[in-house]
Structures are given as C-alpha cells and as structure tokens.
C-alpha cells in the first residue's frame, strides 16, 4: 500500500488521540465511584449492580462492534461512540447530582460501558491498518497511550473528589472532551480501511461469524486470553496478595501496584524497537518467560527486595501480549474488524471473569496460591504464540516513513 507520508502520520497521530481520551474517559466514570455511592445514597450491593451494567454494556458492545466497523467503517464507528461514551457520562453526572436516580445513572453506567467498548475494537483496528501503512509495529504505542490517559484521567478525578467538584461538572467535562474529540479526530482517520487499501469486497454476515471457527484466531484468542488474564489479575488481586501474604501495609500494597502499572507502560514504550527487530514470535516467548519468572518470585519468595523485581518482571512480561494480540489479528484488512472482534471479546472475557475466579480460588488455597493459575495461562500463551507470526510481505507492499 503506497499513502503520502503525511497522510499517514495524521492517521496514526489521530489514533493516539483515540486511545489517550477513550483511556481519559473510562478512568473519569472509575475515580468518582466513591461519589456515585455516596451521592445516589445506594449500598455496596447496588454499586456492584452499577459495575455489572457497564460490564453487561461492554460485553454487548463487543459482540457487535465488528459488524458495527464492517458497515460503517472504522472513523465512523469512532465518532459515534465516543459521542455515545459522553453522554453516557454526562447522563451518569445528571442521574446522580441532579436527580439521585439509581436506575438513570445505571442507564448511563450501560451506555459509557457499550460505547467505551465499541469504540475499543475501532480504534484497534484503526491501529492496525496505521501499523500497515506505515510498515512497522506501532500497537504497543497506542496501548501505552491508553494507559497514560487513565493515569490523567485519575489524577483529574482524584483532584476534582479533594476538591468537593460534583459528580455532573466532573463528567460533564469529560463528556464534553469526547464530544470534541469525536467530531474533530475522525476527520484524520481514512473513511474505510478496506475500501481505502483496496481489498476484495468485505465479508458479508455469515464470513463474519465463521471467524470464531477460525484456528488462528482462536489461538490468538488465547495468547490474549492468558496476557489479559495476567494483566487483570494483577490489577485487581497484586496488592491485596502481597498485603495478606506479607503483612503490609495498605498504602505499600498500592505502591507495588504502582510498580507493576509502571513497568506494564515502560515494556510497551521500548517494546515496540524491540518488535521491530525480533518480531512477534521470539518477543511474545521472550514475555511470557519472562512474566512466569516475575510471577513465580512473587508467588514464592518472600523477601521484599526480590518480590520488587518480581512485580518489575511479571509487568514487562505481560505489557506485550494483549496489543501484539490486536496486531496478529488485524493482518487481514479485509476481515480486521471481525478478527480484533473476536479476539478483543475474548480478552475482554478473561479480565471480566479471571479477578472473581482467583477470589475464588484464593479463598480455598490463598490469594497467593490461587495466582498459580495465571502462571499456567502465561506457559499457554507462549504455546500458541506461534499463531501471531507476521504475515509474509506482499511483493507491492511499501512501507512508508511517516516519522
């Protein structure tokens, strides 16, 4: 595919701004929890009904969202939703300052979780098409850009809570940023991916759903599987673990948190140089080996020294496996949305349903313990990483510098 080179660079600098405000948003709705409680005057349990509709939301989303990119394309597919994803902000702020609705704000909570993943599988596949233009791996980026805008949207939400700033003004804002961001980055994205590479006519419905039948997806469904089970895990139950196992107190347990955040959006900045010399294959085994070494010292040896460089290691292990996963998937231009679908759904899957399921079992065996589990999905992870291997270059296909 030949594309001027500024051409290309306003695509792929479009799709970092993509993933910074979808990364804002979602930490917006995250950090103002606590004030939704309060503020709606709901116990724990209703709380966790508000977090099961943007679970639901989210799960619905991405079951349509490759259909919804294959008719519409994928800047359209990014506009609407980013539009969705503000109001379905700017409903939560009103339901729960104005209105003190329970069943509005869950309204909003389903909308903000549909969109938010819609526009997740858009913009993954608008990634990938940039990292086909431009001939070389950029996906690590985007994701490292998603996590910046979580870390900005958590400082904003941790600022406006120390401050008294309603729940609406807070997401009011917010949705008022994704507003602005829908109508002007689209205009930098390509109308449709496949139109624009010029590829045979996209897959009708029935093609579409044959790629769940499909084996290479499906293993690279379960390279993510096992990288996203790994990165949920230690979200949700690292802190929780080394405080129960070791006696720590409740702010260091954040702290190596922190650590582990850190070392996840350090692996995918320098990953992407590294991708570009080794290729998938040898990093994502390289990863896993060295996110099974990081995890089993923080399973199993507990002295605090060691158990730092565990949390260092397992982060930069698994920072790789979930964007080379949306990569591999999107090979094919032509059937890209449906592939990243599918994978992203099963990902998705594994950081819904991998945190209760270590629960589960650390009440049995110990939370500790119970992360032997995920060591098992990072050794099948590295089984299938395989299934990633790039494609061979078309004789026609040019890479172009857009730096």
Known sequence: MNSAPSSVTAWRNAVFVVFTVNGLGMAAWISRIPALRDQLDIPVSQVG???????TGAILGLLISGHLVHAIGGAQTIRVTLLAFGLGLILTGVATTVLSNFLLALLGMAITGFAGAVCDVAMNVEGAGAERALGRNIMPWYHASWSLGTVAGAGIGSAAAFAGVPVLVHLGLMGVVLAVAAVVVPRWLPAHITEEEGQEPRPGFRERMAIWRDPRTLLIGLIVLGMAFTEGSANDWLALALIDAHDLENGTGALLFGVFAAAMTIGRIVG?????????????????????????????????????????????GASLGFPVGMSAAADDARTAAARVSAVATVGYFAFLV????????????????????????IVLSAVMSPAAREPAPAPDDEPVDAS
């Open 49 to 55: 009904i508000l977090l099961f509709a943007i679970s």
């Open 272 to 316: 992407v140089p590294i991708l570009d010399r080794f290729g998938r294959v040898p990093v994502l085994r390289a990863s896993a080996l060295t996110a099974a070494v990081g995890l089993a010292i923080v399973i199993l040896v507990p002295i605090p020294a060691l158990y730092v460089v565990g949390i260092v290691l397992w982060g930069l």
């Open 354 to 377: 991998g945190p209760p399921l270590i629960g589960f079992a650390g009440e049995l065996i110990g939370l500790l313990n119970a992360l032997f589990i995920v060591l098992a999905l």
